[in-house]
């Protein structure tokens, strides 16, 4: 008797292969679609001829194309890869999650993401945004595999504001391709203690983790700490008590804003992990920390086809939240005073120890990518050795020259005649 969840393992699978997928390896499309499928599997049944891309047989390391067909034989999963059980999200928690969104495009969920609320969880954190994005997963046609919606940056615990989310695979690696390659532009506002000495400039300070702080604390390190800028724009100042100021970061480190300001004496107000108690403000300003991710500009994969590499821009404000727009107003600043334009129009120009650090990353990511390829030559390999040698003890000869061994004599006398 066949069970009726047994009965979709034993049928053939199609799948048309989407813009999504466009030019990705075969073996990489396994990885993505259907992780539970080892790579020893796709390679055995890729040697069988067993995957078919429009009815021919394909290597693992061979591209696909948008439209093709891929045939995939039933079964094939792995007990320890099977997909993770997840605990269903309660009604409260998908209004949470929904109440977030302040912009939504076909590649992309774009999140408010409220202060105190973590991105991803950790080992004493449970509630975080991640845990959440099971809201925004859609039911897909039969046989489909289910695409759940995933990260492509972080905002800190107690910072607020854009976070953006990828709705596939895909526009999650195109994104965060313009994450990694700075053409991303995040315009912040905060607000700091006292007035920055400079009404307008760069920071130019490394940053590494402070020792004994078990990885949880940065500070700046100019010896082995790594690239860090900020440019920042003091927008307006409540005498000499706190400014509003923009930041944009030009590179990426941890807590890279945060330590940068408390680095120039001008901490934000309410971080007291980098400013202490010089970071709090009395009378009727919270003392919760006021940084909020206002803006984001960022090149969207929208109109991607296989001779095109991106379509336009997705531009997306952030509304205050509570506490922060209510510090606006009891210090006299107004918001219409800034639209949160990015400092820069275009990407900054990477030092050469920066442009060091992208070489190696592309040189792991391309061994990484190989890798594949390089076990499918070994498993061929050994195929034709294990048949050869079958050859060999039925009688079959080698045609041509028999190779030399070594220390076998070459008819040709040693020494002197």
Do not use: C
Not at 80 to 97: D, F, N, V, Y
Not at 278 to 284: E, I, P, R, S
Not at 317 to 322: F, G, R, V
């Amino acid at each position: 008797m066949t069970l009726p969840s047994d009965k979709p393992k034993q049928q053939v699978r199609q799948f048309t292969i989407n813009d999504d997928d466009n030019g990705i390896r075969v073996d990489r499309w396994f990885k993505r679609n259907l992780p539970e499928i080892p790579f020893a599997t796709v390679s055995r049944w890729s040697r069988t001829g067993q995957i078919r891309v429009n009815g021919s047989r394909v290597k693992p390391e061979d591209r696909l194309e948008t439209g093709q067909v891929m045939r995939v034989p039933p079964g094939g999963e792995a007990r320890h890869k099977g997909p993770k059980s997840r605990r269903p999200l309660t009604e409260e928690e998908i209004a949470q999650a929904r109440d977030m969104v302040i912009r939504e495009t076909p590649s992309a969920i774009v999140l408010n993401k409220p202060p105190g609320l973590a991105t991803q969880g950790g080992s004493k954190t449970t509630k975080h945004v991640d845990g959440l994005l099971d809201a925004f997963v859609e039911s897909t046609q039969q046989d489909a595999p289910t695409v759940r919606p995933r990260l492509v940056h972080r905002l800190d615990k107690d910072t607020s504001g854009v976070l953006l989310i990828a709705k596939t695979p895909g526009s999650a690696a195109s994104y965060s391709r313009r994450f990694s390659g700075r053409s991303a532009r995040k315009t912040y506002w905060a607000l700091v203690v006292g007035i920055p000495e400079v009404r307008e400039g760069t920071i130019d300070a490394p940053l590494a983790k402070q020792p004994g702080s078990g990885g949880e604390k940065m500070h700046v390190d100019e010896e082995n700490g790594q690239a860090a800028k900020t440019r920042y724009r003091v927008v307006e100042r409540a005498g000499t008590r706190a400014s509003w100021v923009e930041l944009e970061p030009l590179t990426g480190r941890t807590h890279q804003l945060r330590v940068h300001m408390a680095a120039i004496g001008n901490p934000i107000v309410g971080d007291g992990k980098y400013g202490g108690q010089d970071a709090f403000l009395t009378g009727a300003i919270s003392r919760k920390m006021h940084l909020h991710a206002r803006r984001l500009v960022i090149g969207t994969p929208e109109g991607r086809s296989a001779n095109e590499t991106g379509g336009g821009k997705l531009d997306v404000t952030a509304p205050l939240p509570e506490h922060f727009a209510a510090s606006m107003e009891a210090l006299g600043f107004d918001e219409s005073l800034s639209d949160a334009s990015p400092i820069r129009d275009e990407a900054p120009e990477r030092t050469p120890a920066e442009k060091k650090q992208a070489a190696r990353r592309h040189a792991k990511q391309y061994r990484k990518d190989r890798r594949g390829e390089r076990r499918g030559r070994t498993t061929s390999a050994t195929t034709a050795k294990k048949q050869a040698q079958k050859q060999n003890k039925s009688g079959v000869k080698f045609k041509g020259k028999a190779p030399k061994r070594a220390g076998a004599k070459t008819g040709k006398p040693k020494g002197k005649r």
